[in-house]
């Protein structure tokens, strides 16, 4: 289901629950906190938090939970900035496309801890940062959100902009607790983020918030 179809879908209240859901959402991205985005009609779920203030310690927690394979949402225009392509030219280019890895240039050793990870994700998020602050490839994977795209990375981008950060996140797939050999489903990523106090919300009251 596009974005387009999604606002069709659903008739737009600026008091309804959804619209109380993303400012909170919000709220806690520009705090800094991780939450959890859920896409209904994929059954998944992933672990976001604003880019310019991921920590060592919101990282650590990151990779704990989760596949440990940490993606970075990046609008288009910043990645044609920063001179990172899309990894494979000639897959689906609708939306969030796989780009080329990076690390930071300076302030990481091997590129893989949660340290060099979030300061590499930091970087990105920089908007002083030129395309020789990182080299290619690397340990963090961005992915392109393109204009008019309905993945994960475009309504993380989405809300970012909400929030009033700088619109780049770190997100990631959190994994099964009961079953180690499988990524979560939706009703787990709910029940993940019960469990760790954490604020969840669906990327439909993105798109219902947005129209």
């Known amino acids: 289901m596009s974005i ?7 008739r737009v209240d600026a008091r309804c629950p959804a619209g109380a859901r993303v400012r909170r959402a919000a ?3 520009a705090a800094g906190r991780t939450i959890v985005l859920l896409d209904p009609a994929r059954g998944e779920s992933r672990l976001v938090v604003a880019a310019e203030h991921v920590t060592t310690e919101s990282l650590a927690f990151m990779i704990r939970h989760t596949s440990g394979y940490v993606e970075v949402a990046v609008p288009q225009v910043d990645c044609e900035r920063l001179h990172i392509p899309c990894m494979w030219p000639f897959g689906d280019t609708n939306s969030s496309v ?3 890895t990076v690390d930071a240039v300076e302030g990481v050793t091997t590129g893989i ?9 930091r970087t990105i998020a920089d908007p002083r940062t030129g395309p020789s602050a990182l080299s290619r490839p690397g340990h963090v994977a961005p992915v392109i959100a393109r204009n008019g795209g309905a993945g994960f990375a475009e309504s993380v981008v989405q809300l970012m902009k909400v929030a009033g950060v700088r619109p780049m996140a ?10 180690s050999t499988r990524m979560a489903t939706e009703k787990e990523g709910i029940d993940f983020a019960t469990d760790h106090a954490l604020t969840f919300l669906s990327v439909f009251d993105l798109a219902v918030y947005s129209h």
């Open 113 to 121: 801890s949660a340290a060099d990870r979030a300061h590499t994700i």
């Open 170 to 179: 770190a997100l990631c797939e959190p994994v099964s607790p009961v079953d």
């Open 27 to 29: 709220a806690d991205v």
């Open 98 to 100: 796989p780009a080329v």
């Open 4 to 10: 387009a179809d999604i606002r069709r879908t659903f």
